[in-house]
């Protein structure tokens, strides 16, 4: 959102455009996360943080290097929309992971401290992006990205639960 306001401007339309581009991502890929997620919710969570850790080295290495793609107008909605559609399998495949390893009265634990996790770490990363005064706003998406491919690394290490 910060780069096409960046190179847009503040139009309305704009807004506009991604909460349309995020709200279809939702709405188209929720039934396929959630089948792949009946057969393994572990590799839900990798498969999405890639693809959001691979768009966000893509962004970076197109508004970085490549300033004619930069300028394209569908950029910013499009890939807002892939994101959108990574985001939503990466918390779905955290929500079943929990719910699936955990039994019984066990699983309110579980997602209680996984959420205050989710929590901690949206603060941390929230601390990062604050960098963006300091780096360029493509810079901090690569940082984040590569923590992404570490999260997504470490997620496949993890074992299989049902």
């Known amino acids: 959102m910060v780069l096409a306001t960046t190179n847009y401007g503040t139009k309305i339309y704009v807004l506009g455009l991604f909460i349309l581009a995020n709200g279809i991502a939702s709405s188209i890929s929720a039934p396929v996360w959630g089948k792949m997620a009946d057969q393994s919710s572990k590799q839900v969570m990798v ?12 962004v970076f290495i197109i508004v970085s290097w490549i300033p004619f793609l930069r300028d394209e107008f569908w950029l910013y909605p499009v890939a807002y929309f892939i994101l959108g559609i990574a985001h939503s399998g990466v918390r779905l495949g955290r929500k ?6 955990a039994g019984g009265n066990k699983r309110t634990d579980y997602v209680a401290v996984s959420n205050t996790i989710i929590g901690g770490i949206l603060l941390i ?3 990062i ?8 706003t493509e810079g901090v998406i ?4 590569l923590f992404g491919l570490a999260g997504a690394y470490t997620s496949s290490a993890l074992p299989e639960v049902e």
């Not at 498969?47 to 080295?57: E, N, Q, R, V």
């Not at 079943?96 to 390893?101: C, F, G, L, R, S």
Request: aromatic share 4%; proline share 0%.
């Open 129 to 136: 992006s604050a960098l963006a005064s300091i780096i360029s």
């Open 125 to 127: 990363t929230g601390g």
């Open 47 to 58: 498969k999405a943080a890639l693809i959001t850790s691979l768009l966000g080295i893509i």
């Open 96 to 101: 079943t992971y929990v719910v699936d390893m």
């Open 142 to 145: 690569l940082v984040l990205s």
